[in-house]
């Protein structure tokens, strides 16, 4: 009985296993193994537009007094990260305990101060605390009160 025709990429594959050693994957070849890649340079937060983020001021957060966090306070797993202290003020005020309703607040908070909403009509800002508790508020009323609302409005 004769064996069987091997195709040459089956004799090549076989010649690389046996020259490895018997490792199971295969190592990428490198043209200078004893020098690691260029680690890239880490640029400044910028935006696409080339311009960094502005600076939230009390104004436009609604926040006039910030306070230390205190995470015995807040439910266990918050992390306030940015404006740490800004947000911690704005869950006191508002006098949130639910997790759920701390993310969301924390959340909507650090994005409407760094990008806050005009309203055309009234001429004026929103601050980003009295944005961000209202949609808290919205969230905790039920989906058929939300419908009467919306019908009488």
């Not at 076989?14 to 050693?21: K, P, S």
């Not at 200078?32 to 600076?55: L, Y």
């Not at 609604?62 to 995470?71: E, L, N």
């Not at 404006?83 to 993310?103: N, T």
Request: proline share 8%.
């Amino acid at each position: 009985m004769e064996a069987p025709l091997l195709h040459n990429n089956d004799i090549e594959m076989r010649n690389q296993m046996e020259h490895l050693g018997g490792q199971d994957s295969l190592k990428r070849k490198t043209s200078d193994s004893s020098n690691p890649p260029a680690k890239k340079h880490k640029e400044d937060p910028v935006d696409e537009d080339g311009f960094s983020k502005p600076i939230p001021s009390s104004t436009t957060m609604g926040i006039d007094t910030p306070m230390d966090p205190d995470y015995h306070r807040l439910p266990k797993g918050i992390e306030l990260g940015n404006l740490a202290r800004e947000k911690f003020a704005g869950i006191m005020m508002a006098g949130l305990r639910d997790k759920y309703e701390i993310q969301i607040y924390c959340r909507l908070f650090e994005h409407f101060s760094y990008y806050p909403i005009y309203m055309f009509e009234q001429d004026l800002w929103v601050p980003a605390h009295e944005h961000a508790y209202n949609e808290v508020v919205r969230f905790r009323t039920p989906p058929s009160v939300l419908m009467a609302q919306a019908r009488l409005a």
